[in-house]
Each structure stands twice: as C-alpha cells, then as structure tokens.
C-alpha cells in the first residue's frame, strides 16, 4: 500500500496547533520555525514568504506531488456511522487516510476527503463513498494532476475552487461519508493567525462573485435551512450539474 504525505500548512499559530494525526508534518514560515519547533514535536518544514494560502497549498503540492493537507485547528477525526465511541487515535486517523488515498488512486480520482456532516442521524450506510460532492479543505487529499492548481484570486475560498476546478476537468472525486475531520469551533472567522487574520464580510462577498463569474451556476448562495447555522450571507454552495 502507498503512502501519502499528510502536511499541515499553519502560519502564526506555533502554541496552537491542535491537530494530531501520526506522521503529519507542519509546514511553516521560514521565520517562524524556531518558535513551532519550541511549542510542537514532529516534523517540520518551511517554505519562503508567500503571499497567502493559496500560495502556500500550491508549494505543498509542487513539493510533494500526492499530498493530504489538513488544517492546524482539527479537534477529533471522528466515525459519523455511530454514536458511541466515535473518536478515532492519532493512529487510526493515519489509517483511514491511506486507506482512502489508495482507494483514490485505484479508481483514477484527484481529489479526496471525507464527510462534511458529523451527525450520525444523518448518515446514509447506503452511500459510505460517493464520487461527487464537496470537500472540505480543512482535511482534502490531492493527487497528482497538471490541471489542478490553487488560485491567488480568492482570500479564504480554496476550498471551493479547487473542487470546481476538478468537477470541471475530471467529472468526480471520492469522499468517505463515514468520517468526518471536526474543527474547532468559530475558529475560521474568531480565533488568531491563519485565514481567520484575511477573512471579512467584504473578502467572503468578493469570493463568492469571483467563483460565480467562473463557474457558472455551478455556484450558488447558500439557502439559509430552518434551524442551521448559518456564519453570514455570502456562504457559497456547489450544485454538480450532473
């Protein structure tokens, strides 16, 4: 079986990475390595100043070609099909990564990850993989493939584009709706470093024409549904037209 390299891109948050998977490495400024070596065990690699994390996913994928890239701010990767004993070891969180990237690679997909929704009353046991659907970036795998790149264009919708991007040049992808990858809560918009220190009601407006005047109907605003959270008007969903 072969392994993908699991790589936190983190910037500004030395005493606060909260993610725990066997074998991640951190992807660090140049500047700011002695202070993540002080506060972290593990790998750790730099890369030069760059202009945003848009930037700094493209080095990582240059660099390592198949690469899983999941955030600094992920408190439990979690079993979504129970609702006892949910919570998987840094260990089994490594398993079920390489697990779905080598299923990835044997079915030709380019991008992978796992479920957006942890409430296991909302799991189907009849679909635990689909080959369509939105990944989330906070925990997205990526496969080796000319066509797919981050654009500098958006401030905080990488996550967006980058599936838009693959619906248009390879058709599917492969996600795992049995786990799901929790990030800690309110950290996108309130907590420090990170996208939190780019992110505004202004930027999130700025990307969602941005995606739209690219692809189409493929986006869409975000309907607000009774009793679901919604963070701000400009939230952006992707409808596949197939």
Known sequence: MSEVNIVIPTAGRAANVLTEIEGQI???????????????????????????LAQKRNWIYQKFGDVFMVDDDIVSVERVYVHVDAILDSTEARKIIQKTY?????????????????????????????????INGCAIGMLQDDNLYFTDRTTAAESHWINLLNMYYNRYNLIDTRFHFRQKANSTFLGTGGQAANRTMASEMRDTLFLRQTFG??????????????????????????
Not at 116 to 123: A, I, R, S, V
Not at 224 to 242: F, G, L, M, V
Request: with cysteine; charged share 25%; glycine share 4%.
């Open 217 to 242: 109907e493929s986006v869409v605003l975000r309907r607000k549904k009774k009793n679901a959270k919604q963070s701000h008007p400009y939230q952006r969903s992707i409808k596949t037209p197939w």
């Open 26 to 52: 951190l992807c660090v400024p140049e500047k700011e390595k002695a202070e993540y070596i002080e506060h972290n065990t593990g790998e750790i690699i730099t890369h030069p100043p760059l202009k945003n």
């Open 102 to 134: 080598n299923l990835a690679k044997a079915i030709g997909a380019k991008i992978f990850g796992f479920c957006e929704d942890p409430n296991p009353n909302h799991y189907n046991p009849y679909k635990p993989l689909m080959l369509k659907g939105f």
